[in-house]
């Protein structure tokens, strides 16, 4: 006998502005934009934040070229979910660390931006809680936008940062980590599913280079999304591991 999917609970929706850090374009495609285009079309607020521009994620294409080219799709590919502001740090492609200097750039950010939600990719070991391991570049930036949300609330730390204008922000809530394995939340996006599609198609450059090139962006979505779905009692879903700031 199949066992019963644990049902997952709603994420909250009573925030307006949200700041989405993952390490590469496209991360946020593979699953959370959908939600991304459920949020701006209430009205909110999303940024983007990319740590690294994916310049060595092309094979075919050299790094100077592919940052160029993948930056643009990630910029066209956020305008059709709803999202019109998208920052690149421009730290390495592939070689990120967890540590303190990855810590005091995405302080920088929050501070910058001062979110009441952030979002960022699954940053366990594992996407299935089993055999199929995570990237290393998403591990590091999961774990730093965890420590980030806590840094930017504390003027003591990264001080050099609070000139012109800038604060400390501990306004952040919640950090969502978008289809982890330990997910209990979701969203609902069945009426936005077609917009992370096309949202994902937009990488054209970096999807025609996928394995032999049979990639089909809407099946791989549709099968993530089905199984989310279901666990909301909808047709589509994303699922979100949810990190609780407003109680610290």
Known sequence: MTEA?????????????????VAHPDDLEFGAAAAVARWTGQGKQVVYCLVTSGEAGIDGMPPARARQVR???QRDSAALVGVDTVDFLGLPDGILEYGVALRREL???VRRHRPDIV???NFRETWDGGLTLNQADHIAVGRATLDAVRDAGNRWIFPEQLIDGVEPWNGVRQVWAASSPRSKHGVDTTETFDKGVASLLAHEAYL???GDGSFDA?????G??????TRLGVRYGTSFEVFHFDLW
Not at 224 to 229: D, N
């Open 5 to 21: 999917l644990e049902p997952l609970e709603p994420v909250t929706e009573d925030w307006q502005r949200a700041l989405a850090i």
């Open 71 to 73: 930056e643009q799709e």
């Open 224 to 229: 993530g999304a089905r199984l989310v779905g």
């Open 208 to 210: 025609t280079g996928l």
């Open 107 to 109: 302080a920088a950010v």
């Open 119 to 121: 979002i960022t990719n």
């Open 218 to 222: 809407q099946e791989f979505l549709e």
